[in-house]
């Protein structure tokens, strides 16, 4: 086979400079303080972590923050109460909008221990009836939930389960650059410090298992700056609607993104 | 045995603030892996930067450290450069690795044109790997700037979820991928779209500016524009040098509005955006809404910080740490007793005076232990008095019988 002609670029000869490299250390997790759910906003520095570029040409690099959308997590949603047991408590992971979902499934026809289905309905952020095959993850609706009916278990049409799950906004997450808070780990300190930036911009999350399209910066070391390793504990605010929010865990991953480039 | 009080505030003060530290310190990714990257060669600004004519294949080589101290397993992804919304070059995700150009398919993206291997890389703490791809640019690319990226990317996040909102973090590192095709025709092109206001979170208004730069270049246009009211009275104003733009790109800028609520009316715009000496000039007039306005004012917008009654327990025991020790502070500085002579406060026994010789050389100490029939003095007071002292008369020689004599 042909090899295609390769030219290097004019950029990759004389004049260049070896980069260092540049890596995210030492991430920490973060629960946010406590705060009442009346309050609707906190602001928080959240997930120090290391921030490096060792061996540098002082060619600069920049830190961006994409994140997921703030959910409860599917895994012990169901709650059956007094009801015969499920196979599982959990649900697929809820894809709605509304912020506090609330299910209900209803048992609509008493299923004997061999019989293989159970008939259902719901209600609730979304309605509908089916026929749900024991042993397996039912699909409710369009909106990621299951529910998970035990093989070999009876059910009677007094059984009921309830579930509270929800997504925060995608827009819940800003970031707060008075907040973030850059020191120096080992370098040199003063000037060289990378900077905070990123003003209040708003970092519209993806969905509760994708991360935002655009992720916003929210640090910057400029050319001859941000050599050595830095702990950077980004400073952000989280906005809920009091209304229509659980007093459950809402939990998502961030990214962060150390790069290099124009 | 007796604790002095003073002993017990400094160490109840650093048993307090050893309490705060652990607890506010953010549980820590354990034995994590984390992907340390540089080109493989040398470039004028760090990242890779080919000047290339369309149909050319270029070869180039990315180096990977695991920098964590865990095994890492690190994807490795091609990608488009876009501009945020915010301006500057962002990077994409692996979830939409090809957005840039208008009609977000990755048409002036030169992620598409990157090859790397799909396989993830495993390195144990401190290994390092040498991933070799290739950038084949289009024969029948525009010239002009294309701007894609590779990045390394250790998917598994830290989670803590123990609270009300928990935020896990994982790691990705990018290395630009720069390729300039020569001879670029456009270098100024750029448009300001009709601007609207819309709403956050119920909490405050954003201004939407669509952009658009047109040029085939790089670039960090400048803009300028004021938010006039039916009164002609400017209202929102700005005037800075954006941070780049990728060739070809259209945002809608995303100004908030965070120190003034803009009522229902209608507004003008009047901006000037562009690359240096070519700005151009756009006008518009539009409608806010009762809806777009219904945030509350700039100061009322619900506490930014929570309240410290309302943390968690760090901080609960931080807030209260800092209040024992005043406390202590405070008792402390009760139990300081006044010198009758000099009038200070000390710490310590202070020396009470049974003895009206020990001060008979001053005469306010003598006048005041005659008069309230107590007197409590410092130590150095004390001292100096007795410095002070006169000294005692010589003793009367007493008689001596003579001896009888024999």
Redesign the interface.
């Known amino acids: 086979m042909a090899v295609?002609?390769?030219?290097?670029?004019?950029?990759?000869?004389a004049?260049?400079?070896?980069?260092?490299?540049?890596?995210?250390?030492?991430?920490?997790?973060?629960?946010?303080?406590?705060?009442?759910?009346s309050?609707?906003?906190?602001?928080?520095g959240?997930?120090?972590?290391n921030w490096?570029e060792?061996a540098g040409?002082n060619?600069?690099w920049?830190g961006?923050l994409?994140?997921q959308q703030?959910h409860i997590?599917g895994t012990n949603a169901w709650t059956p109460g007094a009801s015969a047991v499920l196979a599982n408590n959990n649900s697929g992971q809820y894809i709605g909008a509304t912020q506090a979902a609330f299910y209900t499934v209803n048992v609509t026809a008493a299923s004997a221990g061999a019989t293989t289905t159970v008939a259902i309905s719901w209600s609730g952020d979304e309605v509908g009836s089916g026929t749900a095959t024991k042993n397996t993850p039912f699909v409710m609706g369009v909106r990621g939930m299951t529910i998970d009916f035990l093989s070999g278990q009876a059910y009677v049409v007094t059984d009921v389960y309830t579930a509270r799950v929800g997504n925060l906004?995608t827009?819940?997450l800003?970031v707060?650059q008075a907040t973030t808070v850059i020191t120096l780990v080992s370098g040199a300190g003063g000037t060289n410090l990378p900077t905070a930036t990123?003003?209040?911009?708003?970092v519209t999350s993806?969905s509760p298992s994708?991360?935002?399209?655009?992720?916003?910066?929210f640090v910057t070391a400029a050319n001859t700056k941000g050599v050595g390793t830095f702990s950077v504990t980004p400073g952000?605010?989280?906005?809920?609607?009091p209304n229509n929010t659980w007093?459950?865990?809402?939990?998502?991953?961030?990214?962060?993104?150390?790069?290099?480039?124009? | 045995m007796k604790w002095p009080l003073h002993r017990t505030a400094a160490l109840a003060a650093v048993l307090l603030l050893g309490a705060i530290v652990s607890f506010s310190l953010?549980?820590?990714?354990v034995g994590?892996g984390?992907?340390?990257?540089?080109?493989g060669?040398?470039?004028?600004?760090?990242?890779?930067?080919?000047?290339?004519?369309p149909?050319?294949?270029?070869?180039?080589s990315l180096?990977i450290?695991n920098?964590?101290?865990g095994p890492g397993r690190f994807l490795i992804y091609a990608g488009d450069?876009?501009t945020?919304?915010?301006t500057?070059?962002?990077?994409?995700?692996r979830?939409?690795p090809l957005?840039d150009g208008p009609l977000g398919n990755g048409e002036y993206g030169a992620g598409a044109w990157i090859s790397v291997p799909s396989t993830p890389v495993v390195l144990a703490p401190q290994q390092q790997t040498t991933v070799k791809f290739t950038v084949?640019v289009p024969k029948d690319s525009a010239p002009g700037?294309h701007?894609g990226?590779i990045?390394a990317?250790n998917p598994e996040?830290?989670?803590?979820?123990?609270?009300?909102?928990?935020?896990?973090?994982?790691?990705?590192?990018?290395?630009?991928v720069?390729v300039h095709i020569p001879n670029p025709i456009d270098t100024t092109g750029v448009h300001v779209g009709k601007p609207h206001v819309s709403t956050?979170?119920?909490?405050r208004q954003?201004l939407n500016i669509p952009l658009e730069y047109r040029a085939d270049v790089?670039a960090k246009p400048f803009m300028t524009f004021t938010v006039t009211d039916p009164q002609k009275k400017p209202v929102v104003h700005f005037d800075g040098q954006f941070?780049?733009f990728v060739p070809h790109s259209s945002i809608v800028y995303?100004y908030?509005l965070?120190n003034v609520l803009l009522p229902p009316a209608n507004y003008c715009f009047d901006g000037d955006f562009g690359i240096k000496d070519h700005e151009q000039h756009f006008h518009y007039c539009f409608d806010v809404t009762a809806s777009e306005a219904n945030v509350p004012l700039p100061g009322q917008?619900?506490?930014?910080?929570?309240?410290a009654t309302?943390?968690?327990p760090?901080?609960v025991i931080a807030v209260g740490g800092v209040f024992m020790v005043a406390f202590l502070l405070f008792l402390l500085l009760l139990r300081r007793k006044r010198c009758d002579h000099c009038n200070r406060r000390k710490f310590g026994h202070l020396i009470d005076v049974h003895d009206a010789g020990d001060i008979r050389g001053c005469a306010g100490c003598t006048a005041q232990y005659r008069k309230l029939k107590k007197l409590t003095l410092c130590r150095s007071c004390y001292r100096l008095h007795l410095r002070d002292v006169p000294a005692e008369p010589p003793p009367t020689p007493q008689a001596v019988q003579a001896p009888a004599s024999s």
């Open positions: 295609m002609v390769a030219i290097a670029a004019t950029g990759s000869t004049v260049g400079v070896f980069a260092g490299t540049l890596s995210v250390t030492v991430p920490a997790s973060t629960t946010l303080p406590s705060t009442a759910i309050a609707g906003t906190l602001t928080a959240v997930n120090a972590a490096a060792t040409t060619v600069g920049k961006t994409a994140v703030f997590i906004a827009s819940a800003s707060a990123g003003g209040t911009s708003t993806g994708t991360y935002s399209t655009t992720p916003v910066k952000v605010t989280l906005t809920w609607d007093a459950l865990p809402y939990t998502a991953s961030a990214q962060y993104t150390i790069a290099s480039g124009p | 953010p549980v820590s990714a994590a984390s992907p340390g990257v540089r080109p060669e040398r470039f004028p600004n760090g990242y890779f930067e080919y000047a290339a004519q149909g050319t294949v270029i070869q180039g180096i450290t920098l964590g101290d450069g876009l945020s919304p915010y500057g070059v962002v990077y994409a995700n979830d939409k957005v084949t700037d701007v990226a990045s990317e996040p830290t989670l803590d979820s123990n609270g009300q909102f928990t935020l896990g973090v994982t790691q990705r590192t990018v290395q630009a720069v956050e979170n119920h909490k954003l790089l941070d780049t995303v908030p965070d917008r619900g506490p930014h910080v929570a309240p309302a943390f968690g760090s901080v």
